[in-house]
């Protein structure tokens, strides 16, 4: 699902103080498996998210749109609301593993456990193993999951609670408390699927999302990941947005100009299987267009006059648009 941290049918847990950034970095790994598109310099493999909000829905409807606005569109990433009890038998239980069943997701994260188990004996072996057991339910159908949690006061690398939910993990990962420069960085306590020392590391970003009836500004926290090592010679960009790349170098072979009109590279990338391999031609165009909103946002592309051209090592004579204006 994610290389080298998370695989099919994984149970995990993402674990921190109040405020670490829990519930930002999450989706952001949510909406990044539902694209298709890297994490933290980490391949994903595109696929269905469920994101079971069970404490604070509203805030993370903002946050969810927030990822949107910078991102692009998810459109396999679900945010499901209303959800009070997962424990087996319940109402919510039964509906949420009905859906599963019928979309079957490749990932789920429930955030935050303490909310979606309402009454839970953190510290009891048995109402603890209750919980293992609904997360290990919920992987029945391929889908990984992730916990959402705390740490205990004293922490240890461990979430809090009873060590069997520690035991049960094949991933987790420790959010650290900000920095002087507001760093926060993920240290993975546990990894069945790869090394320890991944570089997680991220800032919180504030977008602004529009007014309140009273004038003031509405914003939301996104995650933001720092920039990782520096890609190897020749590599821009995601798969995706390379092979974009690749098809415009090849369609500008003979132009005075060095550029394509934007039409005709657009409908080239609808039918590049390296863009997107989907079988309906409006999801291989919803790729596309994302790939070159994506490009334009990085600033390696730049259009004038409905003309696409490649953005050079120095330009700052350019004008880039917004990914939203190529469209």
Same mark, same amino acid.
Request: proline share 5%; charged share 25%; with cysteine.
């Given at each position: 699902? #994610?290389?080298?941290?998370?695989?099919?049918?994984?149970?995990?847990?993402?674990?921190?103080?109040?405020?670490?950034?829990?519930?930002? #970095?999450?989706?952001?790994?949510?909406?990044?498996?539902?694209?298709?598109?890297?994490?933290?310099?980490?391949?994903?493999?595109?696929?269905?998210?469920?994101?079971?909000?069970?404490?604070?829905?509203?805030?993370?409807?903002?946050?969810?749109?927030?990822?949107?606005?910078?991102?692009?569109?998810?459109?396999?990433?679900?945010?499901?609301?209303?959800?009070?009890?997962?424990?087996?038998?319940?109402?919510?239980?039964?509906?949420?593993?009905?859906?599963?069943?019928?979309?079957?997701?490749?990932?789920?994260?429930?955030?935050?456990?303490?909310?979606?188990?309402?009454?839970?004996?953190?510290?009891?072996?048995?109402?603890?193993?209750?919980?293992?057991?609904?997360?290990?339910?919920?992987?029945?159908?391929?889908?990984?999951?992730?916990?959402?949690?705390?740490?205990?006061?004293?922490?240890?690398?461990?979430?809090?609670?009873?060590?069997?939910?520690?035991?049960?993990?094949?991933?987790?990962?420790?959010?650290?408390?900000?920095?002087?420069?507001?760093?926060?960085?993920?240290?993975?306590?546990?990894?069945?699927?790869?090394?320890?020392?991944?570089?997680?590391?991220?800032? #919180?970003?504030?977008?602004?999302?529009?007014?309140?009836?009273?004038?003031?500004?509405?914003?939301?926290?996104?995650?933001?990941?720092?920039?990782?090592?520096?890609?190897?010679?020749?590599?821009?960009?995601?798969?995706?947005?390379?092979?974009?790349?690749?098809?415009?170098?090849?369609?500008?072979?003979?132009?005075?100009?060095?550029?394509?009109?934007?039409?005709?590279?657009?409908?080239?990338?609808?039918?590049?299987?390296?863009?997107?391999?989907?079988?309906?031609?409006?999801?291989?165009?919803?790729?596309?267009?994302?790939? #070159?909103?994506?490009?334009?946002?990085?600033?390696?592309?730049?259009?004038?006059?409905?003309?696409?051209?490649?953005?050079?090592?120095?330009?700052?004579?350019?004008?880039?648009?917004?990914?939203?204006?190529?469209?």
């Amino acid at each position: 699902v #994610i290389k080298k941290l998370i695989a099919p049918r994984d149970v995990g847990c993402i674990f921190g103080a109040p405020g670490a950034g829990k519930s930002l #970095i999450a989706p952001y790994l949510g909406f990044r498996v539902s694209q298709g598109e890297e994490a933290f310099g980490m391949r994903t493999k595109a696929g269905g998210v469920f994101y079971v909000a069970a404490e604070d829905e509203t805030g993370m409807r903002g946050r969810v749109a927030a990822l949107k606005d910078e991102l692009g569109d998810a459109d396999d990433f679900l945010l499901v609301g209303g959800v009070s009890n997962l424990f087996v038998g319940s109402a919510h239980h039964k509906a949420l593993m009905r859906a599963i069943e019928e979309r079957k997701p490749s990932l789920i994260f429930v955030d935050t456990l303490a909310m979606a188990f309402p009454g839970l004996e953190e510290n009891s072996a048995e109402s603890m193993g209750k919980v293992v057991a609904v997360a290990r339910a919920l992987t029945a159908h391929g889908a990984a999951v992730v916990l959402i949690h705390h740490s205990p006061k004293a922490t240890d690398g461990t979430p809090r609670g009873h060590s069997i939910l520690n035991g049960a993990l094949d991933f987790a990962v420790e959010l650290q408390a900000k920095d002087d420069s507001g760093i926060i960085r993920g240290r993975l306590t546990k990894n069945r699927n790869g090394p320890c020392d991944l570089d997680i590391a991220f800032k #919180i970003a504030v977008t602004p999302m529009g007014e309140d009836e009273d004038g003031d500004a509405i914003t939301f926290a996104r995650c933001r990941p720092l920039d990782g090592p520096a890609p190897k010679a020749g590599a821009r960009g995601t798969p995706a947005e390379r092979a974009a790349l690749a098809v415009h170098e090849r369609m500008m072979w003979g132009s005075s100009d060095g550029g394509v009109m934007l039409a005709d590279w657009r409908a080239e990338l609808w039918e590049d299987p390296a863009v997107s391999a989907a079988e309906k031609l409006d999801d291989r165009k919803r790729r596309a267009r994302d790939v #070159i909103s994506s490009l334009a946002r990085k600033r390696l592309i730049f259009v004038r006059e409905g003309r696409v051209f490649a953005m050079p090592a120095s330009s700052d004579e350019f004008d880039v648009v917004n990914g939203s204006d190529l469209i």
